[in-house]
């Protein structure tokens, strides 16, 4: 049997619900820490206090460039509205392909080939939001950061309890962020371990079914139960399972003979 592509069975159906059930969990979990961070609940107030415990730029350069009549500087991707906008939107879609991906696969048409595409934009997707919430900040030369400081550092560097409260939640969406990525991580492991030539695609069909298939029956011109002899009956009507019973009946009638 050749090797197919599109149409192939997944290797474990358990294993499939199972990760189904922590996407599950995971994409509520970013749902809801994305959604509240909308519009900006607090990026703009972990800059400013990260400018001023000497971590990274200051938001004040947006009011320098629109006081000075300056072109506005390209903001760092950690702090821009960008990130915020496209955390939401992959949490959405994440939840919608998930929606679509539980009714494909219990009407078994969830294939893997179409799993491997959506895991590997998934996994871009999802690797882009951590590389964005753990960016660089190199817009002031002075105080240049590798790393976003709610990341790289804990949060009670600042003494203001508002921004310890900030920093957890960023800390949380970001470690809810990498537990999804790990999520489509195995989903990917999964996807090829499906994909990957299997003995199934070896075997060819199998004897018995090529005996009791229809045509190899009609080769024979005979069909199931022909080995029951033909009857004036059988002789010229299609012989069917009920046949022998109706025949039965009407050789052998008890009650009739009885009360006759």
């Avoid at 959506?118 to 960016?135: D, V």
């Avoid at 004897?207 to 199931?224: F, H, N, V």
């Avoid at 059988?234 to 039965?248: D, E, H, I, S, V």
Wanted: glycine share 4%.
């Amino acid at each position: 049997m050749p090797y197919k592509l599109l149409r192939r069975t997944w290797r474990s159906t358990r294993a499939m619900y199972y990760t189904m059930l922590a996407e599950l969990g995971g994409t509520v979990a970013v749902l809801v820490l994305f959604g509240i961070s909308q519009p900006d609940l607090y990026r703009t107030k972990l800059w400013r206090a990260g400018n001023e415990l000497g971590f990274n730029s200051s938001p004040s350069v947006i009011l320098w460039a629109y006081a000075n009549y300056e072109p506005m500087p390209t903001l760092p991707f950690v702090w821009s509205q960008t990130l915020t906008d496209f955390n939401v939107a992959i949490s959405v879609l994440s939840l919608f392909l998930l929606l679509t991906k539980l009714v494909a696969f219990i009407m078994h048409v969830w294939f893997p080939i179409i799993a491997l595409l959506i895991n590997l934009a998934l996994l871009a997707l999802y690797a882009a939001s951590i590389g964005g919430q753990a960016g660089p900040d190199y817009l002031d030369p002075n105080r240049p950061s590798p790393v976003a400081w709610y990341i790289a550092k804990p949060c009670d560097v600042a003494a203001n309890q508002s921004i310890q409260g900030s920093c957890r939640l960023a800390k949380g969406a970001f470690a809810a962020t990498c537990i999804m990525l790990a999520i489509y991580v195995v989903n990917l492991g999964l996807t090829i371990w499906a994909l990957l030539p299997n003995e199934a695609d070896k075997k060819d069909v199998e004897p018995d079914d090529e005996e009791s298939s229809p045509t190899a029956l009609k080769k024979d011109s005979t069909w199931e139960m022909h080995g029951i002899p033909q009857t004036p009956r059988t002789g010229t009507l299609p012989y069917t399972p009920r046949t022998m019973a109706f025949n039965t009946l009407e050789r052998k009638l008890p009650l009739r003979t009885q009360y006759a």
